[in-house]
């Protein structure tokens, strides 16, 4: 893995995402197996004037992945237990970086969907703080992935095939990398001006029939800044205004379980109806997490065109370009959304082929492309 490559994805994330400004107190959440950018971000932490607090874990450990060994020989008392010092620093500090670097990301498949459960409404404080502050401008997060073997399996890459693919969607390889985000950022906006004051959007194609509101809610635009890889538009959708059905092109991965085929039928914004090919039972257990978990948080279309082909990793799949996808449970206070869970999960449809998005009858987007105009 080039060095350069590694320095500039560092600059992306301090620079761009988090922009670290003197004083501030950033959180680095990462296992020992993304090393080199931990590193790299804390030197550059410190060259911009910030104050660095590396948490490094073991891999199979870090408390936001789900990962195996607290979820394996925690009990009850201690799945309930809200992490002292990540709440302090989600609470106090002024921005975060975590990066997702497991080498195992199966440890958890085979842990009672229970234990996930419990665990989850442990960590939904932390959740709570990181939207709401991240809302008001006071916490500046990116969550965002360091290539390890174990997503390359998953990816069904060699190592270096995900390296170069992982460093190609983040646009590290860029003369100037931050110059790249801010001028998709700038394409992005014109699908969002279009979006401004319309009601209804309208969805069709082979694995979806739905209908959703977005009366006065805001599409946000994603550049990078919450999460990097980035490249999508996404709204909260008015949370009782769903209807219809839709079936997700792709396995919907969520602690460590993949549910494939996962098909969800909605009736004024709750889900209804709920099956799956494989893993149907931890889809029903994690809808009935909360009042919140069977309605949608998030409405989204992916736009990264760097982004072709699915890795088995939401954090990369949700921005395939000519897909979209929603998320069950937690929404985005900034986009007006209402809905509280704790949990958010994403589930993508691609809609590529013969497929196409009305928003109050006008043609928006169609066979993966925008198609309104200007």
Known sequence: M????VQKYAKILVEHSTRVAPGDRILIEGTTAAEPLVRELFAQIL??????????????????????????????????????FLKLAYDQFEGRIRVHSSTNTRGATNIDPAKVQRRNKALSSITEAQMRRGA???????????PTYGYAQDAGMSLQEYEDFVFGAVHAQEDDPIAYWKGSGAEQQKAIDFLVDKQQVVIRGPNVDLTLSIKGRKFMNSIGIFNMPDGEIFTGPVEDSVNGWVKFTYPAIYGGVAVESAELTFNKGRVETAKAEKNQDYLLKMLEIDQGSRYLGEFAIGT????????????????????????????????????KSAIHWDLICDVRHDSEMLVDGQLFYKDGKFAFKQ
């Open 47 to 84: 060259e911009r004037g910030g104050i660095p607090h590396p948490m490094v874990y073991i891999p199979g450990m870090m408390p936001f992945s789900q990962e195996d060994l607290y979820l394996t020989y925690a009990e009850d008392t201690q799945l309930e237990f809200v992490p002292t």
């Open 304 to 339: 990264n065109k760097d982004i072709t082909r699915f890795t088995g990793n939401i954090l990369f799949d949700e921005k395939i370009g000519g897909s979209f996808h929603m998320a069950l449970g937690a929404g985005y206070p900034e986009t007006g959304s209402k809905n």
């Open 2 to 5: 080039s060095d350069l490559r």
């Open 136 to 146: 008001e401008g006071n916490f500046k997060w990116v969550t965002t992935l360091y």
